[in-house]
């Protein structure tokens, strides 16, 4: 008899996950490659990877995974390390839409999605973006370019924010303050945008391996 | 090459005109996203450094990752194979790899006591070749050389892709060079000593590697010399997997001298060639090799090439790179292989928010 693999423990998430038990062993392996064969990932395991030093949000992402709004775990705040089973959760948040899919759980599934995203602008996770962390995101997505001075970023980010009042808190009083975007105001800005085939991560069909009988 | 994620190729650019509704907007966030996730899930480099999966199994439980138990009729098959390669092949192979390396260094340090000659110099490369033969035997290697008639000349300058230590080996089985490498202590610098005697090998000291200028030096004055054999040296500076080809060190390419590229692509379906140095040591390498069915490979030599007026080093290294890549099938990536042990540069991150900035200004977004 031969040796027996090591398997990954398949968790219990809600929804429920419909990826192949394939693309959970390519995943768990992918785990064990940046983990270093640890049982947990911390932030500095993310450094190696060289397609990721690319991307200007690396930090906003990297972040997102230790987020405990992401984690679904009741408090607020970061966790220091991950296990397998979180890091298949927040994957589960770039899952494609299937067609075997009701209103409701389309539905649900975009509210997910959006939820992820507003994480990553709310960073101090008081639950609403304000213009000072929307200038944050603009400044880390342009503050590669050397011509473009903080002045021109704050701009575009008060910009889109005064857009973003005119939208949801359109029948404010001229007196009132817009303190900031909340996750309903959030949701409204995003209303018929398709945003589901946007925000996906799309796995291969995995050729069979040749068995012999 | 195979991923395990469907990547939307599409451009920065139009990606995110099409999430546009007005300029600057929340919707930019997307694209970085998710292409962060991707880089996450699977990135290029990375999967080079770990070795070749294949699609059906040969037989040995190193190549097959996901080994499980599929059949009896496989199980007893396999350990039969196991019987075979350890208790029958691994003594054969060992002693035949015994007997190479002593006539090596025996006939290595007998022919180093003659006086310089062109009798030394041909019984020196009847040592060499016919050690190397023995040694090639030693690990059932089955090598088919392509295009002969661009074998490297004197003088010049061979140039290959590195997958594993005994390259060399397979290279030298055909031709005799000038090895170019750093001294080593044990048994390996016995050799090394023995047949520098012999043959104008050019071995560095730990030190004297560090100083650029004087390895292209020595190597600038060994391939002035039009009598000496020619260098066998490989640019991307450690073992890749065999399924793409990295950035080429540019010291190579600045020496001079004509340059004679070879690609060599081993027959993973036999045995899996590739040293993955920072999980095996060289001793359990050598164990893996000899215990494989046989080393597969297909050797092919491309015409010499030269460093055209216009071009520099880098772009000379690239050329001579595709070159390569293309005939053995292999991709090519313009990552540094040293990737393997360090971080990349911020020099990276910044060309990407370059171009993410540059473009919101075309679009006007910005006064």
Request: with cysteine.
């Amino acid at each position: 008899v031969g040796p027996q693999g090591s398997s990954p423990p398949v968790p219990s998430l809600f929804p429920p996950l419909t990826v192949t038990s394939e693309q959970i062993e390519h995943l768990h392996r992918r785990f064990k490659q940046l983990s270093r064969d640890q049982l947990t990932i911390r932030k500095e395991n993310f450094d190696s990877i060289p397609d990721l030093e690319f991307n200007p949000i690396r930090g906003k992402i990297v972040h997102a995974f230790f987020d405990k709004r992401n984690l679904r775990q009741e408090s607020d705040g970061l966790v220091d390390e991950i296990n397998f089973e979180d890091f298949l959760t927040i994957m589960s948040y770039f899952r494609p839409i299937e067609m075997n899919m009701d209103e409701e759980q389309l539905d649900r599934f975009r509210k997910e999605k959006l939820k992820f995203l507003f994480h990553m602008y709310d960073s101090d996770h008081d639950g609403k973006i304000t213009v000072q962390e929307y200038r944050n995101v603009v400044e880390e997505l342009l503050s590669g370019n050397p011509h473009l001075e903080k002045e021109s970023a704050r701009s575009i980010a008060d910009g889109a924010m005064m857009e973003a009042a005119s939208i949801c808190a359109g029948q404010m009083g001229p007196d009132q303050v817009y303190e900031g975007i909340t996750f309903e105001d959030f949701l409204k800005m995003w209303q018929g945008i398709d945003i589901e085939t946007k925000m996906h991560v799309r796995f291969l069909n995995m050729e069979t391996i040749a068995h012999c009988y | 090459s195979q991923g395990i994620i469907e990547r939307d190729e599409t451009p920065m650019e139009k990606e995110i005109a099409r999430l546009h509704r007005v300029d600057f907007e929340f919707s930019d966030i997307f694209y970085f996203c998710r292409k962060g996730f991707e880089a996450i899930v699977e990135d290029e480099v990375t999967q080079r450094f770990s070795s070749e999966e294949l699609v059906s199994w040969n037989l040995l439980t190193r190549t097959n990752v996901n080994f499980h138990y599929i059949s009896l009729r496989l199980t007893v098959v396999w350990v039969i194979g196991v019987v075979v390669r350890y208790c029958f092949l691994l003594p054969l192979r060992f002693t035949l790899a015994t007997i190479g390396i002593t006539s090596m260094i025996v006939g290595a340090t007998v022919v180093g006591q003659l006086p310089n000659s062109s009798v030394k110099n041909y019984l020196s490369e009847l040592v060499h070749l016919t050690c190397s033969r023995i040694l090639v035997r030693a690990l059932s290697g089955t090598i088919h050389y392509h295009n002969k008639e661009n074998k490297p000349q004197k003088g010049g300058i061979c140039v290959a892709n590195h997958t594993s230590p005994i390259d060399a080996i397979i290279l030298t089985n055909d031709g005799c060079y000038a090895m170019v490498g750093q001294v080593h202590g044990g048994l390996m610098g016995v050799i090394q000593r023995a047949t520098v005697k012999a043959c104008p090998h050019v071995w560095f000291e730990r030190s004297e590697i560090k100083d650029r200028h004087l390895v292209t030096k020595r190597l600038r004055e060994h391939v002035a010399d039009k009598s000496k054999l020619p260098i066998l040296i490989f640019p991307e500076g450690t073992c890749i997997n065999n399924t793409s080809v990295m950035m080429f060190k540019k010291g190579s390419f600045e020496i001079g001298g004509t340059i004679y590229p070879v690609a060599i692509k081993y027959d993973p379906q036999f045995g899996d060639a590739f040293w993955n140095s920072s999980k095996y040591n060289i001793v359990s390498y050598l164990l893996r090799i000899m215990t494989s069915w046989a080393i597969v490979c297909n050797v092919w030599y491309l015409p010499p090439m030269v460093k055209k007026e216009d071009e520099d080093a880098v772009q000379f290294a690239n050329r001579v790179r595709s070159a390569i890549a293309h005939q053995g099938g292999l991709t090519e990536l313009p990552w540094d292989g040293g990737l393997k042990r360090a971080k990349v540069k911020d020099t990276f991150k910044e060309e990407q928010q370059k171009n993410y900035s540059k473009m919101l200004v075309r679009n006007g977004s910005i006064g």
